[in-house]
């Protein structure tokens, strides 16, 4: 009995400092998110190519646009971002109290991306799944439409905030 708790004493006291390394150390999360948003569009144009197989060449070229562009803007972040910092410096030299600090970043965010706010999207695409789900195919090619002329019109969007 006595080596038995011998044995597990010493079992603990070894293994003790390498569960506590374990749990501190961090593992490496990796990054899914483009793979998510593959095969959303794959998913988006089989659904395209099934329901409204004329309208296939529209829906890759408006993605792929919206593509470019997304690349473009994300190459004018940091100006912007530069740029939103300064202003924030200038304004707490100013010694603006921060409430109304973050009530002009706020505004000018807004001024410089038009507030770009789409509560449509969330409903169109709630749309387009709950006509998947019944199988109804008027709603179907309704949805797709409706999703496209969207994309279209965010590509719009997103061509004058690059002007």
């Not at 329901?51 to 100006?79: D, F, G, I, S, V």
């Not at 999207?121 to 797709?144: G, M, P, T």
């Amino acid at each position: 009995m006595k080596l038995l708790l011998l044995l597990a004493g010493l079992v603990i006291m070894v293994s003790a400092p390498n569960l506590a390394f374990a749990a501190s150390e961090k593992q490496p999360v990796p990054n899914h998110s483009k793979h998510f948003k593959m095969d959303r569009k794959q998913e988006l144009l089989r659904l395209v190519k099934t329901y409204t197989p004329e309208k296939t060449r529209e829906w890759e070229t408006a993605l792929q646009r919206r593509k470019e562009l997304k690349e473009k803007l994300h190459q004018n972040y940091e100006k912007d971002r530069n740029e939103l910092a300064g202003l924030r410096k200038r304004w707490k030299e100013q010694k603006l109290p921060e409430e109304v600090i973050r009530k002009n970043a706020r505004e000018w965010r807004d001024s410089k991306h038009n507030g770009h706010h789409h509560p449509d999207r969330k409903r169109a695409l709630q749309d387009l799944k709950h006509a998947l789900k019944v199988k109804d195919e008027a709603s179907i090619k309704e949805s797709l439409n409706s999703i496209l002329k969207r994309v279209q019109n965010r590509n719009k969007e997103l061509e004058k905030r690059l002007k």
